[in-house]
Each structure stands twice: as C-alpha cells, then as structure tokens.
C-alpha cells in the first residue's frame, strides 16, 4: 500500500471513532446553497466558509469554473436537493492563470509527465508518449481574476436550466490572507430576478 493510502485509511479510522450524529444528517444541504470553488490544495471551503458536514455542497474543479459539468452539478443542486444561493469563488494566485491552451496542449502533445514551471514557463523534463488530444480540450483557463468570476456568474445566471430566483454572488479568495473579496460586478450580474 502506497504511504498515502495508509495514512488516508488511518486519518479515516480516526474520523470515524469521532463521526458521532453524523449519520444521521439528511442528504439535502441543510444551509440550502452551493459553492463553485478551485480545486485549489490551499483553499478549504469547509474553513474559510465555516462549513459542517451536511451544510452545503462544493463543487470544485480546476479554477472553480462555470464549465458544463459544473453547472450540472448546480442544477441538479437546486432542482433535486434544495439549494436557493450560489457562490462563485475563485482565487488569487491560481494556477489557471499560469497557462494557457496552447501552453498545456503543446505540453500533453510531447509527453504526458508533471511539467515543470520556472516562474515564467512550462517544459517537460522527458519526451516521450504524448498524446495531441489536449488541443481539443477548453481548458478554461484563466487571465484575470475578477473577470473570470464575472465570466462565470454571467454563464450560470444565463443558463436555461437555471432559475432567474436564485441570486449568484460572485467572490476572490485572496491565498495570503484568507479572505473573501466580493466582485460587485459578478454579484450586481447574478443578481435573483423576480
Ligand atoms: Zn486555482
């Protein structure tokens, strides 16, 4: 068993010793909204949104954007589990802004292994068995943070499958200070409409 498996299945047994009433919480989120988030190892929704099990659901991918698959996952959030407000949370310093389409499909293209990144740019370290399908994939990567979270409350509130009553706030997380800072615009555009 890899080292990180054990201390993951050892982590899990202490939970468990400690998981006390949680069995019996419902499976709607009892706080009735959703986050969009970065997958981001520094960012812990559960944290810096003061989150209990049961509370709300995350919805993470790479940059916390308002992909297909995401927006999904909010729909079904609403329509089937109860969630009345939605937050788009992206962040400073994201990796998403470190790249761009061409960057990471030429780097697929020449060989699938962890890249490396000087501080300006991206190479391979070996050379062999890439694949050219990263230069059909939308990686959805980011320029701008605020215009991102602007981008993505203006996609969901837009969205056919998602109704005008929910109001969608839109906010950066600032990585040195742990702060949330709202996008006025993002929130002023995913406004609830009546
Ligand atoms: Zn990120």
Redesign the pocket.
Known sequence: MSQIVSEILAANANYVSQFGEKGKLALPPARRFAILT???AR?DPAKYAGLSEGDAHVIRN???RASDDAIHSLVISHKLLGTLEWFVI??S????ELFTDDVIADLLDDDLGTAKFDGKAWSNSHHSGGHAAGHFVKWHT?ANQAASVLQDVRRIREHPLVPAGIPIYGYVYDVHSGRLEEVKEATAAGRAKK
Not at 93 to 96: E, Q
């Open positions: 970065c997958m981001d960012l790479a940059g916390g992206h962040h310093n994201c990796g998403m980011i």
